[in-house]
């Protein structure tokens, strides 16, 4: 671990995303206020009425205009269809002066999201769910990593924690989180050893207590305790879970921050982190489309 850092309780390095994202934030201003504050702008799409939801575009919209960026929000009732949520995407997709969309996701039941994000072209969807994104990902080819995963990267990094040759395990298989991070993590230059388990791995805590870098992204509530941690071990909680106690993630941090020798808070962990790479990627998509200069 790297410099002077601030330490949990039990001696682990607290790998604090909001501190790294207002550092990313501040880089991003500076980068745009040097080019000379071309328009980049970020639209955001959210149907319903989802509290959560609601706070999490807000504090995206938020950040954005801290980074010198424009923002955009479509906003459409509970009640939208299929068709009319399709209209708004293929609008703002069609609008030369918005660089990157994101939908919020969950949306309402009633509403197949798979249609909506493949509307979204590989230069805007700066969330980077799409299959043409995820595809590009998979091939090693220019394009938008989901932002959860290249956050964690971004910890890992700015935390002095050693990848290459580190052997990982991702607890939880999704396409938004645990397969594109394997991606990232195990790519050439990167180099990580990589293993994806998951809710039918045997002998879990076994293979976990393995790990040099342990990531939680299952969305089970403190899944990860301190016998699944190899002492000294990064530990990363990317879980949700919402309880009678409120947020917690799938890590027991209390239990396991006396272990480790890096640990994820929960929140301010990767959360804070999934927004500044939203952002990252949102002045990448403007250079893609010719709106800001190649840097």
């Known amino acids: 671990m790297n410099g002077e850092m601030e330490r949990t309780p039990g001696g682990a390095v607290l790998m604090d995303g909001g501190r790294l994202r207002d ?31 609601q706070l999490y575009v807000r504090a995206k919209h938020r950040k954005a205009e801290e980074a ?47 249609p909506v994000l493949g509307l979204l072209t590989p230069e805007k969807d700066v969330d980077g769910l799409t299959e043409r994104n995820m595809g590009r990902l998979v091939r090693g080819l220019p394009g938008h990593a989901p932002c959860t995963p290249l956050g964690v990267t971004r910890l890992l990094k700015r935390y002095g924690v050693t990848v290459s040759g580190a052997e990982t395990v991702i607890v939880g298989r999704s396409t938004l989180v645990g397969l594109p991070l394997a ?26 207590r393995r790990a040099d870098i342990l990531v939680g992204a299952a969305g089970a509530a403190r899944m990860i ?48 982190m999934t927004i500044a790479c939203l952002l990252e990627n949102t002045l990448a998509a403007a250079r893609m489309l010719g709106g800001f200069p190649a840097g």
């Open 23 to 53: 550092e990313i934030v501040a880089e991003l201003r500076r980068t745009v206020d040097s080019a000379g504050s071309p328009h980049v702008c970020l639209a955001t799409v959210l149907v319903g009425d989802d509290r959560p939801s």
């Open 68 to 114: 010198g960026m424009a923002s955009k929000g479509v906003e459409l009732p509970p009640t939208a269809s299929q068709a009319e949520v399709e209209d708004a995407v293929g609008a703002l997709v069609a609008d030369p002066s918005v660089h990157g969309i994101l939908v919020q996701l969950p949306l309402p039941d009633h509403l197949d999201p798979e």
């Open 183 to 208: 991606l990232l993590l195990s790519r050439k230059g990167v180099d990580a050893t990589v293993t994806i388990a998951h809710s039918r791995t045997p002998e879990l805590a076994d293979l976990c």
């Open 225 to 272: 305790t301190a016998e699944h941690v190899k002492p000294g071990a990064a530990v990363i909680d990317v879980g949700v879970s919402r309880t009678e106690a409120g947020i917690v993630g799938d890590v027991d941090f209390d239990a396991v921050q006396a272990v480790a020798g890096a640990i994820t808070p929960m929140p301010g962990g990767t959360g804070p």
